[in-house]
Structure formats: C-alpha cells, structure tokens
C-alpha cells in the first residue's frame, strides 16, 4: 500500500499569508490571525495563543483514522488543543498534552459520551520540532513521537457526523501558542513502517512522499598485501540505501583527488578502476590489482553505485615497497636460502629477468 492511499487530505502549509490549501482534496483551511513562517519543511503555519487558528467545517469521517503533523510549541501552558473535531453532538476528538509532575506530554482523547485518552511516555519542551502520528482506531490506537510508539490503547469513537476541525483553538476559549507544519489526514490505520517514512529520520518526508535519493555509503579500507607490484583493495558498504547496490569496485592513481560524488568512475579524474557488477548487499569487499610500479605511493577509493547514484568511500593510500634485490648463485659466498622470500637468486640474467615477468604476471 502505498502512502498516497486514503490520503484525505493534506495540508502542507507553505503559504506565506491567506488561506492553507489542501494538496489532496477540497478542504481548504480558513484562516484566523495565523501567520507563516519558517516551518519544518519549507514554511509552516504560527499560531499567537489568543486569537489565531485554521477552521474547516462540514468535514466527515468515521472511525479508523490517522494524522501526522509536525509541531513546535512556543509556550507549554496546560491543556490547548493541536487538532480539534467537534461534531454539534458534541463528540469529539482531539490531539493536545498533558502535564504529568510537572512533565508535559502529548495527549490524544476521544469524547463520545465518556472520554477515552491516550498519553505518551515521552516528555515534551518548547522550541522543537516534533513528530506526531495520532491513530483512532478503537482498540488499536496509536500514539507515535518521532517515529517512536508512546502510547497505546482504546480511544471511543469520535465524531462521524459532518462536523467542524479547528487548529490551534478547542472551538472555545483555548488557544495554543503552537508552529504546526505539514499535516496529513488518511481515512485509514498507518502501518508502523509508514510512520518511519514520514518521520524520515528526523527530516520528515512532504506529500506527494518521495523519498529523496539515497546512494549507497561505503569506506574505502586499508590496502593489504602489498608487495613492489601488486595489492588487494579492500572496501565495505555500510548502507546500500533504499535498495542493494549493483555495481562496486575502486579507483586509484597516482594523484589524490576529491570525492568524484555521483560519477562514474571511468569518468573520474582517477587513471585506474575495477568493476563488478550484479547484486551487492552491506558488507566487505576486495579486489587484486597488479602492475604497480614499485615504490610508488597510490590514492585509492571504494565506490558503489544503485539506481539513485555513484557514492564514494574516503580516500586512502598506500606504498608499494621496494623491487627485490638480486643475487647470482655462480659468485663465490653466495649461498641460496629457501626461506629468504624478499631476494632473487639466479646463475645467470636470463633467469632473473624470466622470474621477475612471472613475478608481475
């Protein structure tokens, strides 16, 4: 199911005066004293405390349904409402807070003869930016803060008679000091996988909900097996992104250069690369490469790449060492040691330079 499903409406409210436009539907928000002003994504709507608010009238909607909302109070003075429906039968629901000990909450509650409420387990302040999932859904009902599931539990079932929403106001005299920013109404329960999208990490995600691109993150490792000629590079995907990757390898040179960001790598500024291609999840990965020259020092990085782009690790060096000495068995004091892996022997130059060709193939 995709997030757009059941989207009521949504209110983005990045107007910078006048009436908040419904990006979904027709419930265009009449506007009372509200200003605007820099909100969590774009602008957000300021609500002053006293005499500001957004109404709707005329809005129906039955039991099982979700809002989410950005919010920043500036003052934190008892119990005003966020969101309020009220039906002319008086039922209601509404999402505000609480003070527990001194400690203030959000607070969901649904009035329908008795009063139901659900209270987070997460203490709020002014100045913030916080994320609220409200789900009435009878039995099932949610409260999510910042991603994060505080409170569950039976709320009654509120309003399903057109009726009126108000922000900021209880459809009295209560007003709340309050920014809210980028509301969303779903006739529908949100899975807690969709209340992580929409969170974003903390960035929060704007209708129509695409998320932004997200390339892979890797390291580029420290190089082992050096040898006057050879290496293996080494490389590991921390987070492939929103999909495996499908392509991973290095780069190297000679010269140090700045991270390619979303380029190929036969089109950086790097002489050398090595490919491979097919379906990459996180973890390590290596590749030899061969004919360095010898004490040399080499620049290299680990890449990957999926459908959103190139990404490139840090960028590492290392030294090849120095070409073995030789040394010619038919000269007298030499002897041959097995076990000495750092020198060439041979009777004769032929053989030192066949055993170096085999040395670089």
């Known amino acids: 199911m995709a997030l757009t499903d059941n989207l009521l409406s949504y209110w983005k409210l990045d107007e910078s005066s006048g009436n908040a436009a419904d990006s979904v539907g027709s419930n265009t928000l009449t506007n009372s ?13 300021v609500f002053n405390g006293s005499n500001a608010r957004f109404t709707k009238s005329s809005i129906s909607q039955a039991d099982g349904f979700s809002i989410s909302a950005w919010i920043k109070w500036g003052v934190l003075d008892g119990q005003p409402a966020i969101l309020f429906r009220k039906a002319s039968d008086g039922s209601n629901w ?11 909450q959000f607070k969901i509650q649904a009035y329908n003869g008795s009063s139901t409420t659900i209270v987070g387990s997460a203490n709020i302040s ?29 709320l009654n079932t509120g309003p399903s008679a057109a009726d009126n ?3 900021a106001n ?26 992580t999208t929409l969170y974003n990490g903390g960035t929060g995600l704007q209708y129509p909900f695409i998320p932004p691109e997200q390339p892979p993150v890797l ?40 991270d390619p960001g ?25 590749a030899d490469i061969a004919d360095l020259s010898p004490e040399t020092t080499y620049y290299v990085r680990a890449y990957a790449h999926n ?55």
């Open 94 to 104: 509404a999402i505000t807070t609480t003070n527990d000990g001194g400690n203030e």
């Open 165 to 167: 929403i108000y922000f």
């Open 170 to 195: 209880d459809s009295g005299g209560n007003w709340a000091t309050v920014s809210i920013d980028e509301v969303g109404w779903w006739t529908r329960a949100l899975t807690s996988g969709e209340v």
């Open 33 to 45: 004293n509200v200003t605007y002003s820099a909100g969590k994504i774009n602008n957000g709507a």
């Open 262 to 286: 979303d380029t190929a790598p036969a089109s950086t500024s790097y002489t050398e690369y090595e490919t491979e291609t097919g379906t990459f999840s996180a973890g390590t990965f290596d």
């Open 219 to 258: 390291d580029t490792l420290a190089t082992t097996d050096i040898t006057h000629v050879a290496a293996t590079l080494n490389g590991e995907i921390t987070d492939v992104g929103l999909e495996d990757a499908d392509e991973r390898g290095f780069v190297w040179g000679t010269t140090s250069h700045s």
């Open 126 to 154: 002014t100045a913030t930016w916080y994320h609220v999932v409200a789900i009435f859904n009878g039995a099932s009902s949610k409260l999510y803060m910042n991603g994060v599931s505080v409170g569950t539990g039976t």
């Open 307 to 361: 459908s959103d782009g190139y990404a490139y690790g840090d960028e590492v060096s290392f030294d090849t060492d120095a070409a073995p000495p030789f040394r010619f068995t038919n000269l007298p004091g030499i002897v041959f040691d097995e076990e000495d892996t750092t020198t060439i022997y041979a009777e004769r130059l032929n053989d030192i330079l066949d055993r170096l060709d085999a040395l670089e193939g």
